[in-house]
């Protein structure tokens, strides 16, 4: 199983059948449940049952081009259910995704997941997707389709999340209720990209639209590109040129119509002029800075938030700990007006090497957008908003997780500070190999020092990484070869277990030989043999420091603006530098130790600050107490 940017890539579960003239067809063997009792009603998080049964046995998949305000054709694919092989004629609800990549999977599978078998024959999405099967099956019309200037649509890509693209999204909206075989009820499903491109159409207000189930989803583009002012460039370049080749040199499945598949390649030669993503994203280093045409203050969902928080369309906010976009999740919970929920499992972007964990994360994943869809979209009240809003994982790694709820988000907390202290800690061979004391420092002078070493990395199959498909999975090595070019503060061994549930915050006290310097901070676990396993990270550019209030409830995290006029060069004496970590919801098991870890790079995952490494010290004294607060459960 393997999902790639955006494309939610299950088990392939399901056996091809004959497609009919100018149809494609597929079929679940054993789903007919005619003539049996309906099960006990069970509807709670992670389990559906009794409120409705499987009504179809297969589904029949036809596409087309839907012509947009300006001439402009999209490629859309409708997959219908059907029984006995007899595509239903009622009226249904739909759900549907608006997609940057193909919009049929089957040709993209062997290239973004070569070590798995030879895939059976996809024709659509719901033939590679469990959850989409679950919902054919219970009766839900499923569409898809190719945003302008990809796969087989036509048009020019005007840049992520472009004006253009969200227009197409709200007419494609009224275009699928207004079907004969539409009840006029509409709900968007999809994961990354196509997690966004939800957030979008509900900007447009548009009537049909009833819920979206956004995953792994963005909230401000700027805080992905340039986290804390550092570019990370190896994402997008890895992301760039993968799109740019499916638009161009890949070819998508044309429309049935498209028998020679002239079409499509009419289309293919429209999308050599498509906005050039490493250019733009080059070009635009800071929040205010534009493009004619790109501006951060425009596009994407923070450029249209008050426009999508009006909308108030409900929304089932899903995400992973390890995910890229973890903190937009819990971002977009503390401001949506909406009705909402939120789900955080402890996976990532896409795939992880544990098949008991991608086995719960399909799981949980069909059931709650099942729940989500019957209540908005087909009135079942199946009791979905009469729970608690937030389920998350608790993660005690390796492997081990359970579930927990609360009413909001942050749950209840209680603050623990742990300052920067002189070693040795006995744990690392690092620079310094300082520790971590509940104490405030009391002396007058310290600091450590050193030169950044430039090839420092957290590797090449990190969460960012696994987001754009350069890692089918996220692994992180032990990080004590990485701990070893870098600054160090390292707990004694835990008494009992610590439970961080939250956003840990980190304050540095800096200078830097060359007035700016990048600060990459990690927050670790190390058992007792050494081994230091990656929890999350945060990074701030020095020169980027400055603090102001953030357009959005920003749940009283430091936030960095990064305007142009707000970036400084660090003086001679210590400044301060205050950053948040990713959320996490981690153990940190007795026998333990917790580490924070202080990188100048990360070489396989942003670009360097200067081809000249600085030397900085991180400072430690009374009047410059470097520390970590972190968000510790209650009993812990």
């Given at each position: 199983?393997?999902?790639h940017?955006?494309?939610?890539?299950p088990?392939?579960?399901?056996?091809?059948?004959?497609?009919e003239?100018?149809?494609?067809?597929?079929?679940?063997?054993?789903?007919?449940?005619?003539?049996?009792?309906?099960?006990?009603?069970?509807?709670?998080?992670?389990?559906?049952?009794?409120?409705t049964?499987?009504?179809?046995?297969?589904?029949?998949?036809?596409?087309?081009?839907?012509?947009?305000?300006?001439?402009?054709?999209?490629?859309v694919?409708?997959?219908?259910p059907?029984?006995g092989?007899?595509t239903e004629?009622?009226p249904?609800?739909?759900?549907?995704?608006?997609?940057?990549?193909?919009?049929?999977?089957?040709?993209?599978?062997?290239?973004?997941?070569?070590?798995?078998?030879?895939?059976?024959?996809?024709?659509s999405q719901?033939?590679?997707?469990?959850?989409?099967?679950?919902?054919?099956?219970?009766?839900?019309?499923?569409?898809?389709?190719?945003?302008?200037?990809?796969?087989?649509?036509?048009?020019?890509?005007?840049?992520?999340f472009?004006?253009?693209e969200?227009?197409d999204?709200?007419e494609?909206?009224?275009w699928?209720?207004?079907?004969?075989w539409?009840?006029?009820?509409?709900?968007?499903?999809g994961?990354?990209?196509?997690?966004?491109?939800?957030?979008?159409?509900?900007?447009?207000?548009?009537?049909?639209?009833?819920?979206i189930?956004?995953?792994?989803?963005?909230?401000?583009?700027?805080?992905?590109?340039y986290?804390?002012?550092v570019y990370?460039?190896?994402?997008?370049?890895?992301?760039?040129?993968?799109?740019?080749?499916?638009?161009?040199?890949?070819?998508?499945?044309?429309v049935?119509?498209?028998?020679?598949?002239?079409?499509?390649r009419?289309?293919?030669?429209?999308?050599?002029?498509?906005?050039?993503?490493?250019?733009?994203?080059g070009a635009?280093?800071y929040?205010?800075h534009?493009t004619?045409?790109?501006?951060?203050?425009?596009h994407?969902p923070?450029?249209?938030?008050?426009?999508?928080?009006?909308?108030?369309?409900?929304?089932?906010?899903w995400?992973?700990?390890y995910?890229?976009?973890?903190?937009?999740?819990?971002?977009?919970?503390?401001?949506?007006?909406?009705?909402?929920?939120?789900?955080?499992?402890?996976?990532?972007?896409?795939?992880?090497?544990?098949?008991?964990?991608?086995?719960?994360?399909?799981?949980?994943?069909?059931?709650e957008?099942h729940?989500?869809?019957?209540?908005?979209?087909?009135?079942?009240?199946n009791?979905?908003?009469?729970e608690?809003?937030?389920?998350?994982?608790v993660?005690n790694?390796?492997?081990?997780?359970?579930?927990?709820?609360?009413?909001?988000w942050?749950?209840?907390?209680?603050?623990r500070?742990?300052?920067?202290?002189?070693?040795a800690s006995?744990?690392v061979?690092?620079?310094?190999?300082?520790?971590?004391?509940?104490?405030?420092?009391?002396?007058?002078?310290?600091?450590?020092?050193?030169?950044?070493d430039?090839?420092?990395t957290?590797?090449?199959?990190s969460?960012?990484?696994?987001?754009?498909?350069?890692?089918?999975?996220m692994?992180?090595?032990?990080?004590?070869?990485?701990?070893?070019?870098?600054l160090?503060?390292?707990?004694?061994?835990?008494?009992?277990?610590?439970?961080?549930?939250?956003?840990?915050?980190?304050?540095?006290?800096?200078t830097?030989?060359?007035?700016d310097?990048?600060?990459?901070?990690?927050?670790?676990?190390?058992?007792?043999?050494?081994?230091?396993?990656?929890?999350?990270?945060?990074?701030?550019?020095?020169?980027?420091?400055?603090?102001?209030?953030?357009?959005?409830?920003?749940?009283?995290?430091?936030?960095?603006?990064?305007?142009?006029?707000?970036?400084?060069?660090?003086?001679d004496?210590?400044?301060?530098l205050?950053?948040?970590?990713h959320?996490?919801?981690?153990?940190?098991?007795?026998?333990h130790r917790?580490?924070?870890?202080?990188?100048?790079?990360?070489?396989?995952?942003?670009?360097?600050?200067?081809?000249?490494?600085p030397?900085?010290r991180?400072?430690?004294?009374?009047?410059?107490?470097?520390?970590?607060e972190?968000p510790?459960?209650?009993?812990?």
């Open positions: 199983m393997r999902r940017a955006a494309i939610f890539l088990a392939l579960l399901l056996t091809a059948c004959a497609p003239p100018g149809a494609e067809s597929g079929s679940a063997p054993g789903t007919d449940d005619a003539g049996v009792e309906a099960a006990e009603r069970v509807s709670e998080f992670g389990r559906y049952e009794g409120y049964e499987p009504r179809y046995d297969g589904w029949v998949t036809t596409s087309r081009y839907v012509e947009m305000r300006d001439g402009v054709r999209l490629a694919e409708v997959t219908r059907a029984l092989g007899v004629s009622e249904l609800p739909v759900v549907w995704t608006h997609s940057r990549y193909h919009r049929n999977p089957g040709q993209i599978i062997p290239l973004i997941a070569p070590d798995l078998d030879p895939p059976p024959d996809i024709r719901v033939d590679a997707n469990e959850d989409l099967q679950r919902l054919v099956l219970h009766g839900y019309v499923v569409a898809a389709a190719g945003v302008r200037g990809s796969g087989a649509s036509f048009g020019r890509y005007e840049g992520l472009s004006e253009a969200t227009a999204a709200i494609l909206i009224e699928l209720a207004a079907q004969p539409a009840d006029g009820n509409v709900g968007m499903y994961g990354s990209y196509l997690g966004i491109t939800q957030y979008m159409a509900a900007s447009g207000k548009p009537p049909a639209l009833k819920a189930f956004p995953d792994v989803a963005a909230l401000d583009m700027y805080e992905l590109m986290p804390g002012g990370r460039d190896d994402l997008i370049q890895h992301w760039g040129s993968l799109t740019r080749e499916f638009d161009t040199a890949i070819p998508a499945p044309p049935d119509e498209d028998v020679e598949g002239v079409l499509l009419q289309a293919m030669q429209e999308h050599e002029d498509n906005w050039d993503v490493l250019e733009q994203y635009v280093r929040r205010d534009a004619p045409e790109h501006a951060w203050e425009r994407g923070s450029g249209v938030l008050e426009d999508i928080l009006e909308a108030r369309v409900p929304a089932y906010h995400n992973g700990w995910d890229i976009f973890v903190t937009d999740a819990v971002l977009w919970f503390a401001n949506y007006r909406g009705p909402q929920k939120l789900g955080i499992g402890a996976w990532s972007h896409s795939g992880m090497p544990d098949p008991d964990l991608m086995a719960e994360r399909i799981h949980v994943y069909g059931v957008q729940r989500w869809f019957d209540y908005w979209l087909k009135g079942i009240d009791g979905v908003l009469d608690a809003p937030i389920h998350y994982a993660m790694d390796p492997g081990e997780w359970r579930w927990v709820s609360a009413e909001a942050p749950p209840e907390t209680t603050g500070r742990l300052y920067f202290a002189p070693g006995g744990s061979a690092s620079i310094n190999d300082g520790g971590l004391s509940s104490d405030a420092p009391a002396s007058a002078a310290a600091f450590d020092e050193y030169e950044v430039l090839t420092t957290t590797g090449a199959t969460r960012w990484d696994n987001a754009v498909g350069a890692a089918p999975e692994i992180y090595p032990d990080l004590a070869d990485t701990d070893a070019k870098s160090t503060y390292t707990t004694p061994p835990l008494e009992s277990d610590l439970t961080v549930t939250g956003h840990p915050v980190v304050t540095l006290w800096v830097s030989s060359s007035r310097a990048d600060f990459f901070v990690l927050l670790e676990e190390v058992d007792p043999t050494g081994f230091s396993r990656y929890v999350t990270e945060g990074v701030l550019r020095a020169s980027h420091r400055a603090l102001e209030q953030a357009p959005w409830d920003n749940l009283g995290l430091p936030f960095h603006r990064s305007y142009e006029r707000d970036v400084a060069p660090l003086p004496a210590p400044a301060e205050r950053l948040d970590l959320p996490t919801s981690t153990v940190f098991n007795a026998g917790l580490r924070v870890t202080v990188m100048g790079a990360d070489r396989d995952n942003a670009e360097e600050v200067s081809e000249d490494p030397t900085v991180v400072y430690r004294s009374a009047a410059h107490p470097s520390s970590v972190l510790v459960a209650q009993g812990s």
